[in-house]
């Protein structure tokens, strides 16, 4: 223990804890302190909060004037409510073939961490078969893409399907300014999350751009949701009515502008003292945790908070300051400690690093482990999906308790996720098998039903092409099963041969690293002599065009 508090207090915590003793301070109101300053906003919710040195101006024009009212009344006119029983993405999936949805728009995001394509995947595995595909955000290559349901990628702008007549996803930062064309009579789904603001849920409904002309919104929540929305709008009815869920989003705006009052003021008076004196554009640090976290929490009215704070000022700019949230913010209650924005920024920072990358699975039974039988390699494959894309073996055999981990295994649902790791295998001249670690200790106690003088049993860790002279057929099993348990390195030219056989009739190359991220093994791939075969493929081999 003493060994671990050294190295703590002298590495660990000088380091990662560092704390200086002054800090410098920008905010928007040094943005915007020069004299020629414009900018364009499509919305006025937070123009209160905007710094005292500019002024948002309302558009001349009474079409634009009228925007927010002309939208608001489209979503009454053109939109319904429906409680969601869990926001997962598998349930979200079939909420969204129930309710025949053309584009699911997360404002709420509720797929938030979990992968864009990953989605997709599920959709094309359960969508209406009216879509010829999914059209999604691709957040590694940063552009639109659509994937039909061979699993061929085209990046949007070129592809032969157009959005309208695909399933198109909006993950939360494309739930603004995104433009799709959709089909006429479409109809989205729009999720609501907590604290979701009405700037943040018109640019949502949006998204749907002909709700004007024939398109609808289904917006939808879980039970938290529908719990929040009644406690906001004082109801005590059971459903949710499209207005209750306009009242909260705007409860939400008013939230936030009285908790952003205090920062408004507090930058915009550091701005104006730093302007009139540059001896003091360096702030102390707080670096005592009393002083970080021991003030009490109070709720008091905005403008009492910053009477207490004001600590005489005569610069008179700092007036106009106070008068501004005098008029809107006297009588508005807030908690707030005694902290300065430093213990809040930390707090910021831990809210939003706290987003759970979301993996899920289906819930299933183990199957105990049965008496030896031994069954095709190819058999697993009806079982998979992008496994079952390759050309496998035939020289391999499995055990059907390798084949079958789970109970009630059907063809409904692709396992590709569930399949066994490759620990051992018992092999000969002529066959390879592929068993589980449990039929692997009764061999070598010889209880295991196989005449095993015939085998010898190997780790597969421990194999090498060069142990001794393979028959073709063994080093081509053996090269294969290399890239069944999601190997990436094929350093002998008779492996990269066989790998590029093996993926001669593939529709996409993301099935080949589909199946690497299955194994878990994805950040192995990258300039690796799989990734080689792989380009080597896209570029050589006639007729094969999409990567």
Partial sequence: MKVIDYFLNNFVFPEETKIFNNRLLASPWDLLSSKNKCGFSGTNDTSLLIPLTIHQREPQSYFLRATNGKILKLVLQKSEFKQINN??????????????????????????GFDNEKFANILLEKIDT??????????????????????????L?????????AFVFFDQRRCRGSDMKL???????????????????????????????GQTLLLTGDKNISRLIRESVNSISDKIEVK??????????????????????????????????MDNCIQKELSSLEELYLGAILEESIYKQLKIRRNDETIHEIDKIY????????????????????????????????????????????????????????????????????????????????????ENMSFDYKFDDYLQIVNYILINLQKVILITDREAELFIDRKLDIYYSNYILVHFSKLKLNWFTYSKNIQTAITQLKL??????????????????????????????????????????????L?????????????????
């Fill in 87 to 112: 926001i997962r993405a598998i349930e979200l999936t079939e909420f969204i073939i129930e309710e025949k949805i053309d584009a699911l728009i997360d404002v709420g995001a509720y797929l938030a």
């Fill in 130 to 155: 009216r879509f010829e595909g999914v059209v999604y955000f691709d957040l590694k290559q940063l552009e639109w893409k659509f994937k039909n349901r061979d699993g061929v990628i085209w990046s």
């Fill in 157 to 165: 702008v070129n592809s032969p399907v157009k959005e309208r007549n």
């Fill in 183 to 213: 089909s006429k009579n479409a109809k989205g789904l729009i999720t609501i999350s907590t604290n979701l603001k009405k700037d943040d849920f018109i640019q949502a409904c949006g998204r749907m751009r002909g709700l004007e002309y």
């Fill in 244 to 277: 209750h869920v306009i009242e909260y989003v705007l409860i939400n705006v008013v939230k936030n502008l009285k908790n952003g009052f205090l920062i408004f003021a507090e930058n915009g008076k550091h701005y104006y003292i730093k302007k009139h004196s």
């Fill in 323 to 406: 008068e501004h949230v005098k008029n809107y913010g006297n009588d508005e209650l807030i908690e707030k400690s005694n902290n300065d924005e430093e213990s809040e920024r930390e707090r910021e920072k831990e809210i939003e690093v706290q987003i759970e990358k979301l993996i899920e699975y289906f819930k299933f039974t183990a199957r105990k482990e049965q008496t030896f039988q031994e069954n095709k390699f190819s058999d697993i494959f009806k079982f998979t999906k992008d496994f079952s894309y390759l050309n496998w073996s035939k020289d391999i055999n499995i055990s059907e308790n390798f084949l079958k981990p789970i």
């Fill in 484 to 529: 069944f348990a999601g190997e990436t390195l094929f350093d002998f030219q008779i492996e990269k041969e066989i790998v590029l056989e093996m993926i001669i009739n593939l529709k996409s190359i993301e099935n080949l690293k589909n199946i690497i991220i299955h194994r878990g093994n994805f950040s192995s791939y990258e300039k690796s002599n």
């Fill in 531 to 547: 990734e080689k075969i792989s380009k080597y493929y896209c570029e050589n081999v006639i007729g094969f065009f999409n990567k």
